[in-house]
């Protein structure tokens, strides 16, 4: 069983930063960030498989998020640049306990646990 509390959204505006915390506690092998707006699919915002070294982000967002990852205080963060009003949505951070891949690690179906969510709103 994996537990996952996000915090750290809120409002900003454009180009303003931001940063996403994930508290996790449990067995997993990768974690991602996920954003959603109401209506439409979880989009894949960046990975991490630590143990394998591989890190991965959307297009639309490389060169301004970051993911990075705590060990040792089981945290996963999302450090989020350069923000655009583009990027307002419900964010998730989300861990599998399988084997990672790129293609497991970018997929919402992919992964078992989900955190609540938390609202990122980024005003022009």
């Known amino acids: 069983q994996v537990q996952l509390v996000e915090s750290g959204g809120g409002s900003v505006q454009a180009g303003g930063s931001l940063r996403l915390s994930c508290v996790a506690t449990?067995?997993?092998?990768?974690m991602g960030w996920f954003r959603q707006l109401p209506g439409k699919e979880r989009e894949a915002v960046a990975a991490i498989a630590a143990q394998y070294g591989s890190i991965w982000y959307g297009d639309s967002v490389r060169g301004r998020f970051t993911i990075s990852q705590d060990t040792a205080k089981n945290t996963l963060y999302l450090q989020m640049d350069s923000l655009k009003p583009e990027d307002t949505a419900m964010y998730y951070c989300?861990?599998?306990?399988?084997?990672?891949?790129?293609?497991?690690?970018?997929?919402?179906?992919?992964?078992?646990?989900w955190g609540q969510g938390t609202q990122v709103t980024v005003s022009s």
């Open positions: 989300a861990a599998r306990v399988l084997w990672c891949t790129i293609a497991t690690m970018t997929s919402a179906n992919e992964y078992n646990y």
């Open positions: 449990g067995d997993y092998v990768c």
